[in-house]
């Protein structure tokens, strides 16, 4: 008979055998604590796992894989300028217990890093975070701009909007937006301007939000449901980058005190520059709003011009640019002519002209667009692009081109493709633009810019080539000139 004291053999590789399975788990359970540890901070930690308890039941965490589908039928989706959040359902983890907390877990914080890089490829200036630049130190360090004693500044108002910002906090308060809240944030008049300004626009890709579909993303970003949670904090710019207000809660708020405390400060410094180049006369009234919006900063409708914040934060130097920018924009709607008389209500109206020639028409358009983006910039001063001077001439290349292959050569289907070509990213023709405009400020002055602007964009182009020209140092071929001044005997008739 065999002793109890001594175990079979098979029973001595069944007890290794667990032991090697144990250590084992326990070897992969090391590695995974290790490479999290790597990926977040102790209180990303707690945070991951304690939202990950609260997934019930645990095999609904791999509904995560259809809110990117969801998001992109809401009109939030990055149409593949970023990758596929969690799309197989299969690669994500059942945080059933704590091993599987801890998997899941580092499968969030592994999709939150190739975001992060995607998000720096896509956009470098992207600031993930508050600088933490007091508006006030930003103030005391700016030069102070006022006008000239012999120009009389023009009767200007300028109004800040930070509803939406507010309102999001506000209902945010009890630690929940509710759906009736998030309607209400989506109904305000800054977010229906954003949200006009994006259907506008032309080239981002369908569907587009609308008010319902700006709620839903307002309420996941808002919500308690632990998948809605873990859905933000995986990717800034998900729920249409409300997602982003979420975590870095402490930094907007600190921002909107800022703004509370000091933003006519703000204001006043962004009148001084919009007045010097404003026609002494004009009377104007507007709104520039802070809202949130997915992969586009500064926007401009009839009704006001407006940032969206979470793109700069607390970098003060942009944000000032960007509020000289976008309201002296709108003001342009109110300079430039109108065909009817009656000002443009948008800058597909100010840019659109029938001349019965359809190569003209799009010649308007990049000439249009070429002079309200050149002299914006110029506007913008200091706080403008420091490359524009090097892209002047790559602009009066790309107009070359354009006369040459739309108006000599009648290739209609290439107007588009030049026309982008010479605005996306603050194209060369932003440069050609500020150069022209350049060239007649220091001429005539700073006034006459805003008065040239109301004889129409064509006549600003010319004057700054004669301008150019006559100072000897031409900006524009004899074929371009030729080409507008053609343009401008349409116009005449």
């Keep these: 008979m065999r002793s109890k004291l001594y175990p079979s053999r098979y029973s001595i590789q069944a007890i ?44 609904r965490l791999r509904e995560l894989a259809d809110y990117g589908q969801r998001q992109l039928e809401l009109g939030g ?10 799309a197989d359902p299969d690669s994500i983890p059942v945080p059933s217990d704590s ?5 899941a877990a580092l499968c969030l914080a592994r999709q939150r890093k190739v975001n992060l890089e995607a998000l720096k490829q896509l956009n470098p200036d992207y600031p993930l975070s508050f600088g933490g630049q007091s508006l006030t130190v930003f103030l005391d360090r700016i030069p102070t701009a006022r006008p000239a004693v012999d120009e009389s500044p023009p009767r200007i108002c300028l109004h800040l909007d930070t509803s939406a910002l507010n309102g999001f906090f506000t209902a945010l308060s009890d630690g929940e937006i509710s759906a009736e809240e998030a309607n209400a944030l989506a109904a ?15 080239y981002v890709p369908e569907p587009l939000p609308d008010s319902e579909s700006l709620a839903a993303m307002i309420s996941m970003a808002g919500s308690t449901d632990p998948l809605d949670r873990l859905w933000c904090w995986i990717n800034s710019q998900n729920a249409f980058a409300y997602a982003d207000l979420i975590q870095n809660a402490g930094g907007y708020r600190r921002f909107l005190s800022d703004l509370e405390s000091h933003g006519d400060s703000l204001s006043d410094a962004a009148l001084q520059r919009i007045t010097q180049f404003s026609p002494p006369d004009i009377e104007f009234e507007t709104t520039f709003a802070f809202t949130v919006g997915w992969a586009i900063r500064g926007w401009a409708t009839p009704d006001m011009a407006g940032l969206n914040v979470e793109q700069v934060k607390d970098d003060w130097h942009y944000l000032l640019g960007t509020l000289i920018e976008e309201t002296y924009h709108r003001l342009q709607l109110e300079l430039f002519p109108t065909a009817t008389g009656v000002p443009a209500t948008g800058f597909s109206a100010l840019v659109a002209i029938e001349t019965g020639d359809d190569r003209y028409d799009r010649l308007y358009e990049i000439v249009t667009y070429t002079v309200a983006e ?19 001439g790559a602009g009066a290349e790309l107009m070359a081109r354009f006369v040459n292959q739309v108006l000599e050569k009648g290739d209609l289907a290439s107007a588009d493709a030049l026309i982008n070509e010479g605005l996306k990213g603050n194209g060369p023709l932003y440069g050609l633009g500020w150069k022209l405009a350049g060239v007649i400020a220091e001429r005539d002055g700073n006034q006459a810019i805003g008065e040239y602007q109301q004889q129409g964009p064509v006549f600003f182009f010319l004057h700054g080539a004669k301008v150019s020209r006559e100072s000897g140092e031409p900006l524009l071929s004899p ?14 008739r």
């Design 99 to 103: 091993e599987g907390r801890l998997e």
């Design 188 to 202: 305000l008049p800054s977010n229906q301007a954003m949200l006009q300004h994006r259907r506008e626009l032309g």
């Design 16 to 59: 290794l055998l667990v032991t090697i399975l144990a250590l084992g788990a326990a070897g992969r359970q090391e590695e995974r604590s290790t490479a999290l540890n790597q990926l977040t901070t102790t209180a990303e930690q707690d945070y991951l796992l304690g939202e990950l308890a609260r997934v019930q039941p645990p095999e």
């Design 374 to 392: 050149g002299v914006a910039n110029l506007v913008r001063g200091s706080f403008a692009n420091v490359n524009l001077a090097e892209q002047a």
């Design 77 to 86: 989706g990055f149409y593949g300028m970023m990758p596929d959040q969690l």
């Design 479 to 492: 074929e371009v000139v030729t080409a507008v001044n053609n343009l401008a005997d349409h116009l005449a």
